[in-house]
C-alpha cells in the first residue's frame, strides 16, 4: 500500500511560482517512477512531468523551461518547481508513483493551483 498526499497548490498571479511537494508513504521501496499530473475543468488529465528513481526527468512540452521536478529518494518525495505560471496552468494538480513491476500507478487526492491573469 502506497499513499501520496500533496500540498503546495494556492492561488497566485500569473508570472508567478508556486512549489508542489508530494510526501509518499506505506511500500514506498516498490515505487519506481514518479511525476505530476493536472487536470483542468472540462479538460482531459494531462502529463506535466516525470522523474525516475534515478532522478532523470521529463517534461510536458507546455512546461518546458518553466517547471522543474526533483524528488529526495530518502524523504520519499518529489516536488514540482512552477515558474513563470500562466492562466492556463490552472488545474488540479494530481502525484503520482508508479510500480516497478507491474507498471500500477498510485494517485494523490490533487491539489488546486490557480493562476489569475
Known amino acids: 500500500q502506497v499513499q501520496l498526499v500533496e500540498s503546495g497548490g494556492g492561488l497566485v498571479q500569473a508570472g508567478g511560482s508556486l512549489r508542489l511537494s508530494c510526501a509518499a508513504s506505506?511500500?514506498?521501496?516498490?515505487?519506481?517512477?514518479m511525476g505530476w499530473y493536472r487536470q483542468a475543468p472540462d479538460k482531459q488529465r494531462e502529463l506535466v512531468a516525470t522523474?525516475?528513481?534515478?532522478?532523470?526527468?521529463n517534461y510536458a512540452d507546455f512546461v518546458k523551461g518553466r517547471f522543474t521536478i526533483s524528488r529526495d529518494n530518502a524523504k520519499n518525495t518529489v516536488d514540482l518547481q512552477m515558474n513563470s505560471l500562466k492562466p492556463e496552468d490552472t488545474a488540479v494538480y494530481y502525484c503520482?508513483?508508479?510500480?516497478?513491476?507491474?507498471?500500477?500507478?498510485?494517485w494523490g487526492q490533487g491539489t488546486q493551483v490557480t493562476v489569475s491573469p
Open positions: 506505506g511500500s514506498t521501496g516498490s515505487i519506481n517512477a
Open positions: 503520482f508513483g508508479r510500480r516497478l513491476r507491474d507498471s500500477f500507478a498510485f
Open positions: 522523474i525516475t528513481s534515478g532522478g532523470w526527468p
